[in-house]
């Protein structure tokens, strides 16, 4: 278990670090149900849910490994490359599927035997980015509604690289689109100031939309007030022109600052939408989740920069105008940015049957909102949070909590109380190191004494984002527990102790332009266990209509964590997301184990499981495209820091009838 400890660390370091057809299904008299993942989230809706239903609860036992894709991009961070995370999940469209990689390749693959069609090398130079993690969540596909007239690749996938490149190709031949800015590529660092090499690039798929592609991108945390801008634009998907650009600062904040811009095109600074987007073609209106302003975690400086931090916001598609925006933090201070993808739903009993969005977060929280207006389908209470914070803060007073459901992530705040007591003796530790910090719930501000971050900013609810189902209304999500400690510096002292910046387990950051260092660590027992309660990862099952938790299992054991392969079933820090299909059943791996688990979604029961070359940080997905043909379940597993790092794509089904 001492190993937990610094497994945990390396989580963190994830963080700082679609196409929007709907999936493609059609009841069959003989064969069943067809049904393709076209998109990163599987469908326009982004829920995870695949109505298929060949691999029930009575034949999962006998899922087998069907093919297996390896492409050799992976890295340990010992040579040219960073380490890398394989966090990619694939698409399946154009009887295709598509995924890159971290290094930035795309692969072209028959889904039913994992043979290759096509490679594209985009030749990444940025091979090398700071603590970041070398990865590419996915790609995105377009076709054109009616052949275009003059022009080449009627079907295009299109995707960014870590050297900050919106790539277009041609999804039949994998060749670049000659027409799509210079032959196939748009620089998106061209109008971004004072970004560094490793400061600037996509790490999801752009969200493509009536015609246009809407992408965001990384900016470092917790370096410098100074960052890149994190302006999210749009750009044509024939031409690639850039159709429009939404600065994420408020007409006030711009109109104040404007004389700040200087020869920047957008503000420093700002938010920005690392995470998943997705939309509504219907409506006109994408979904972008947005980060922190820079530095996150210390908020005096920022006089209004953080009026669309960590939110939900709807943006026109056709001009990048705001339709609404819901905030899930004000003045956040804690690095609790929106991770996850904005999930739509339109349920019969929930929130009166209107267009839902659901907006899961690191604290936990699920806000269910009108995805026309933003309004609350449920109260949404703004209850009093701690104050008090370092000299040059400036804190909320209130903070939103949502009601319907309610906050999934436990307990709510740590005390002497309620702390884990692993062994009989990890708790007397905790205690003691508890009784140093201020614990005072989820929006305790961070403060020179040190203040206890639970969750911390690894989550809760992280890029894996939540799995509805539809039919049931019912979501699925799943969550690290574990806690960390904030404690920050007076600048003058940050200086002198000049500590290897951004090292873990015990993280600095400079936070320059501001009074504070930031000094972040984990709240673990000499043991190496996180003094939170168990399970340290959860899988949690919510029914939307009424709003309870029908179940709450662990996640994760702690097989190559503990000595001698010990597995108990503590449950795990864990990152990626899950897929439930019409059957019944829910698939995830995401824990530090290296399975790969079916879930029954009545009971919370496994039912299946299977062990990965690698962890299997990423999130599966379920396809069947032949009337003959087998459904597939499929999962990336490369690791992502706390394991080996690996390069295993894995398609499961069930044995071919003899």
């Known amino acids: 278990m001492q190993r937990l400890a610094a497994l945990c660390s390396v989580v963190c370091l994830s963080l700082v670090i679609t196409a929007c057809q709907p999936p493609q299904t059609s009841k069959l008299p003989a064969g069943g149900t067809l049904a393709n993942w076209p998109a990163y989230g599987g ?60 290094y930035g390749r795309v692969f072209a693959l028959d889904p039913e035997t994992g043979t290759e069609r096509w490679v594209f090398d985009p030749e990444v ?95 470092p945390d917790n370096d410098r007030v100074d960052v890149p801008s994190g302006v999210v634009r749009a750009f044509d998907v024939i031409s ?15 109109a104040r600052y404007s004389d700040a811009l200087g020869q920047a095109r957008y503000h420093l600074g700002t938010p920005n939408v690392w995470a998943p987007i997705s939309g509504d073609p219907e409506l006109g209106l994408v979904y972008v989740p947005t980060g922190n302003p820079s530095p996150d975690l210390y908020g005096g400086e920022r006089d209004g920069i953080d009026d669309y931090g960590s939110s939900v916001v709807a943006l026109s598609s056709q001009d990048g105008s705001v339709a609404w925006h819901f905030q899930t933090v004000h003045n956040d201070v804690w690095d609790y940015d929106v991770a996850a993808q904005p999930v739509l739903f339109e349920i019969p009993g929930v929130g ?20 026309e207006t933003g309004e609350p389908l449920y109260p949404v209470e703004e209850r009093p949070v701690p104050q008090d914070g370092v000299p040059g803060e400036q804190l909320s007073p209130t903070q939103p909590f949502p009601t319907h459901p309610g906050p999934l992530h436990l307990p709510e705040q740590l005390t002497a109380d309620n702390l884990d007591n692993f062994a009989f003796i990890g708790g007397r530790d905790c205690r003691k190191q508890l009784a140093k910090y201020r614990s005072e719930g989820m929006f305790t501000p961070p403060s020179l ?34 806690p960390s400690v904030v404690k920050l510096i007076p600048r003058a002292d940050y200086e002198a102790l000049n500590p290897t910046e951004g090292m873990y387990p015990d993280e600095f950051y400079p936070m320059h332009g501001t009074a504070y260092g930031v000094n972040r660590f984990q709240l673990f027992s000499f043991l190496g266990t996180p003094c939170n309660p168990r399970p340290w990862g959860s899988l949690t099952a919510v029914d939307l209509r009424s709003g309870d938790t029908l179940w709450r299992e662990p996640l994760g054991n702690t097989r190559d964590l503990a000595p001698m392969g010990l597995q108990l079933n503590t449950g795990t820090p864990n990152q990626g997301g899950s897929v439930v299909t019409a059957s019944g059943l829910l698939f995830i791996a995401a824990g530090t184990d290296r399975y790969f688990r079916a879930f029954d979604t009545r ?56």
Not at 84 to 99: A, D, E, G, R
Not at 161 to 169: F, K, M, S
Not at 242 to 254: L, M, T
Request: some cysteine.
């Open 43 to 102: 469908g326009a809706n982004a829920d995870h849910y695949s109505p298929l239903d060949e691999i029930d609860s009575g034949n999962v036992d006998k899922l087998r490994v069907a093919w297996t894709h390896r492409s050799g991009d992976y890295s340990d961070g010992t040579g040219e490359w960073s380490f890398t995370s394989l966090q990619v999940t694939p698409i399946v469209t154009n009887n295709t599927l598509y995924y890159c990689t971290p």
């Open 125 to 219: 130079q940025n091979r090398r980015s700071g603590l970041y993690p070398a990865i590419c969540r996915g790609v995105s596909y377009w076709e054109a509604p009616s052949p275009l007239t003059g022009k080449t690749c009627q079907k295009r996938i299109i995707y960014g690289t870590r050297d900050a490149e919106l790539i277009a190709l041609d999804a039949d031949s994998g060749e670049t689109c000659p027409d799509f800015g210079s032959n196939g590529r748009v620089a998106l660092k061209e109008s971004i100031t004072g970004a560094r090499d490793w400061e600037y690039y996509p790490t999801s798929p752009p969200f493509i939309i009536n015609g246009v592609a809407v992408i965001g991108a990384m900016v």
């Open 240 to 254: 690639g022109k850039q159709r429009w650009a939404w600065d994420p600062v408020s007409e006030d904040y711009k």
């Open 352 to 371: 009166e049957g209107i267009k839902g969005l659901a907006q899961g977060t690191k604290m936990g929280h699920v806000f269910l909102l009108n995805r």
């Open 449 to 482: 004494q040190g203040s206890v971050l639970f969750p911390s900013t690894v989550g809760g609810i992280n890029w894996g984002g939540l799995t509805i189902d539809p039919v049931n209304a019912r979501l699925y999500v799943n969550q690290t527990h574990v």
């Open 603 to 658: 009971t919370g029961k496994v039912l299946w499981r299977h062990t990965l070359p690698y962890a299997g940080n990423a999130t599966p997905l379920s396809y069947r495209l032949r009337e003959d043909g087998r459904q597939y379940v499929l999962i990336a597993a490369g690791g992502h820091g706390w394991s080996e790092p690996g390069d295993a794509l894995l398609a499961f089904a069930l044995p071919e009838a003899e």
